[in-house]
């Protein structure tokens, strides 16, 4: 069982930057891997960004590329998603989720972090 925490949201204006935590516990990292989500009101869940396990590869919805950068901690169990340059259609609440390697099923959730960006 993984428990995943998401921390680091807040209130920010645009163009402004702020760092979210995705930290486990309950049993390691290894061998998931990790990907945000985002879901602002009245709309669907959608990808953000992910960071794989095996080969340290990254991926990233057009919508953020050149702003958000998705890093991995494996020794501390935290993934990261650096936000920059924010704008307020970034207003959501962001989730991370684990899968394991080449899984298309996300075994676990967080509980999310509202990013409110205002304008």
């Known amino acids: 069982q993984v428990h995943l925490v998401e921390s680091g949201g807040g209130l920010v204006q645009a163009g402004g930057s702020l760092r979210l935590s995705c930290a486990a516990s309950g049993r390691t990292f290894n061998n998931y891997d990790i990907t945000w989500f985002r879901q602002a009101p009245g709309k669907e869940r959608d990808f953000v960004a992910a960071a794989m396990w095996s080969g340290g590869s990254t991926y990233y919805a057009d919508s953020v590329k050149g702003r958000f950068t998705i890093s991995r901690d494996n020794a501390k169990n935290t993934v990261y998603l650096q936000m920059n340059s924010l704008k307020p259609e970034d207003t959501a609440v962001y989730y991370c989720?684990?899968?394991?390697?080449?899984?298309?099923?996300?075994?676990?959730w967080g509980q999310g972090t509202q990013v409110t960006v205002s304008s």
């Open positions: 989720a684990a899968s394991k390697i080449g899984a298309a099923k996300y075994d676990y």
